[in-house]
């Protein structure tokens, strides 16, 4: 039957035509197969009885050219371990008293934090993914101020230090934030005996790997060492193998002012590709690291309103924030930045309004008293 009162009246051409079509492809699929058998029985080895029975010589793959799967350090972005970052980082309050230099183990900081404290002297907040790195030890430790507590918390540091101002104990507990702190424990420490020779107690204390990590089984601490999955990298890193060029122009050599008598100094190395930093008109050195000077990739300085607390204590606005420049490989850029809160990111914003760009590698950022901004000197 050819069709029902609901279709539409069978065709015989239709029928016909359909029938022709059926048939062709039949027939190309016949002569596709042909084709197919008589390739496989041209291939070496399958369509000749001498060779029946033998076997392709096995070939053992080249892992060496295999890239290994690298995962990011999230202070740096340079993706430089085999192992995902799990570990909280250790922010270790290092001397920079002219009087306990040099120091030990800051070349091994992914980023370096420098504010003044009080009298006009810098102290130095380093941080580190990785201390088994500072081969020579860390140090000298001293004690921690409140404002860098601010500048570092956004990473979920470790903090370690020996003692506090008053202020700076009333802020940890304001906020709940437990520390690595000397005067509850000194598991985490050692004396260098030569130091001791020649030195004040106070710029003879040191740690390293080995005792940090001893020293977070120590129950008067009683801190988490897991580094949260949901906190953000450092900054605003390019993609992988990428950098962002700056063009505000040329920048060979930065110099600001901390203080009256501390200096920010920075000079392009050409072959190291980075910036030595200077103080006090010399390099500054880490004889941890066979006294080599301290270099980093990127260097930030940051202008911001200060206040002074208890009279001599610094007290710095991120909230407010201010301007600040970028430097790298030679040249910069300025932007603007603010700080929410004392767990929150730095938010820098380039004077086009997006969001500023800092590339991978080892950075050092200085926090600078509005006042000093028109000692800045950028050649």
């Known amino acids: 039957m050819c069709a029902t009162h609901t279709r539409a009246p069978c065709n015989y051409t239709q029928i016909k035509l359909i029938s022709g079509t059926a048939e062709r492809v039949q027939m190309k699929r016949v002569v596709c197969l042909g084709l197919l058998l008589l390739f496989i029985i041209t291939l070496p080895g399958c369509g000749s009885s001498s060779d029946a029975g033998k076997r392709d ?4 793959p080249d892992f060496s050219m295999v890239i290994p799967v690298l995962y990011q350090n999230p202070l740096t972005g340079v993706y430089d ?57 860390i140090g000298s430790i001293r004690s921690l101020r409140h404002h860098f507590v601010d500048g570092v918390f956004q990473w979920d540091p470790i903090i370690v230090h020996i003692g506090t101002s008053d202020y ?15 005067y509850d424990s000194e598991s985490f420490l050692y004396i260098d005996p030569e130091r001791r020779k020649h030195y004040d107690s106070e710029h003879t204390k040191f740690t390293d790997d080995e005792h940090l990590q001893n020293a977070l089984s120590n129950p008067v601490y009683s801190l988490s060492t897991q580094w949260n999955p949901a906190q953000p990298v450092a900054f605003n890193f390019p993609a992988r193998g990428e950098e962002v060029l700056l063009e505000g122009g040329s920048a060979r050599q930065i110099k600001y002012n901390f203080s009256q008598s501390y200096d920010g100094d920075f000079r392009f ?46 007290d710095i606005d991120y909230k407010t924030g201010g301007e600040g420049y970028y430097f790298y490989k030679g040249s910069y850029e300025h932007f603007s930045w603010n700080k929410a809160d004392y767990d929150q990111p730095f938010h820098f914003t380039r004077d086009d309004g997006s969001e500023l760009v800092i590339n991978a590698g080892k950075t050092h950022i200085g926090i600078v008293r509005n006042s000093y901004s028109n000692k800045l000197s950028i050649s």
Not at 57 to 60: L, P, Q, R, S, T
């Open 57 to 60: 010589e096995f070939v053992k």
């Open 81 to 137: 371990r085999s192992t995902p970052y799990e570990e909280r980082p250790f922010a270790i309050s290092i001397n920079n008293i002219i009087a306990g230099l040099p120091q030990s183990g800051i070349s091994a900081a992914d980023i370096m934090v420098e504010i003044e404290t009080e009298g006009g002297i810098t102290r130095l907040m380093c941080l580190y993914t990785q201390p088994q790195r500072a081969t020579g030890g």
């Open 168 to 182: 700076a104990e009333q802020y940890l507990r304001k906020h709940g934030i437990k520390t690595m702190n000397g």
């Open 269 to 314: 190395d050409e072959d190291k590709n980075e910036y030595i930093k200077y103080q006090h008109g010399k390099p500054h050195i880490d004889e941890g690291n066979d006294s080599e000077p301290v270099s980093f990739s990127n260097v930030l300085l940051l202008f911001a309103p200060f206040s002074s607390l208890q009279t001599i204590l610094v």
